[in-house]
């Protein structure tokens, strides 16, 4: 039980497709994370929430859309989605969005893009 | 140059094996500084904070040199369930914009 859960484990979806993404997290924190891990790159930093208000937006493409409706839930909402596009998504979520915060990891979303 | 840089190994130490791995980081501002673990195919798992006086968490050593923009990560009396890619991770820009190192596999062997 790693506290943060990730819906659904697994994705393929065509290029024209609208999926979502869900992110719940037990740990009472208010911060909450999206990632990006392609295979032999490191983790790319996507979205920062805290609070329910986006931070940090870190030059991610308009089809992928962000959504907080409160400090526990996170959605990723996808859309006309690329085969480059094609990885784990990982959320995370920290007590709170400051300096020396860890950030803990749901098991992730891995995505194929058909 | 990348924001944080490690050697991706892979490391294949004998159980028993002292092993060490080193990062280094491109942002002298940093502030936060961490180890995580990633098992195949898993989530990273958070190992350790690494903080400036150096810390220990029973086989495991950290050691910050802010000087040189470096952190270390010592591993005493292997064992096979340290197998494992060991993520090297550093916050640049604002405070939990965290970067993390491509990682550093390691096996043991029995």
Redesign the interface.
């Known amino acids: 039980e790693?506290g943060v859960t990730q819906t659904p484990r697994h994705l393929v979806m065509g290029m024209t497709n609208k999926k979502s993404l869900k992110c719940e997290q037990h740990l009472g924190h208010n911060?909450m994370y999206w990632y990006k891990q392609s295979a032999?790159?490191?983790?790319e930093?996507m979205f920062?929430y805290s609070l329910e208000e986006r931070?940090?937006n870190?030059s991610v493409p308009s089809r992928f859309s962000p959504e907080c409706p409160n400090s526990s839930h996170l959605f990723l909402h996808l859309h006309t989605l690329q085969p480059e596009d094609s990885a784990l998504y990982?959320c995370a979520s920290?007590p709170?969005?400051?300096?020396?915060?860890?950030?803990?990891?749901?098991?992730?979303t891995r995505l194929s893009i058909l | 140059r990348k924001e944080?840089e490690q050697d991706p190994g892979p490391f294949n130490v004998p159980e028993g094996a002292t092993v060490a791995f080193n990062c280094t980081y491109s942002n002298s501002a940093s502030?936060?500084f961490?180890w995580y673990r990633q098992d195949c195919r898993?989530?990273?798992?958070?190992l350790m904070?690494v903080y400036s006086s150096g810390n220990e968490d029973g086989r495991f050593t950290a050691q910050l040199n802010r000087a040189s923009q470096y952190i270390s990560l010592l591993i005493r009396d292997s064992k096979l369930s340290d197998s494992a890619t060991y993520?090297c991770v550093v916050?640049i820009g604002?405070?939990?914009?965290?970067?993390?190192?491509?990682?550093t596999r390691l096996t043991v062997i029995p």
């Open positions: 790693t911060a032999k790159k490191p983790l930093l920062v931070v940090e870190n990982l920290s709170q969005d400051g300096p020396n915060q860890p950030q803990h990891f749901g098991d992730g | 944080v502030q936060s961490f898993k989530e990273p798992k958070l904070s993520l916050n604002k405070a939990n914009n965290l970067f993390f190192g491509t990682g």
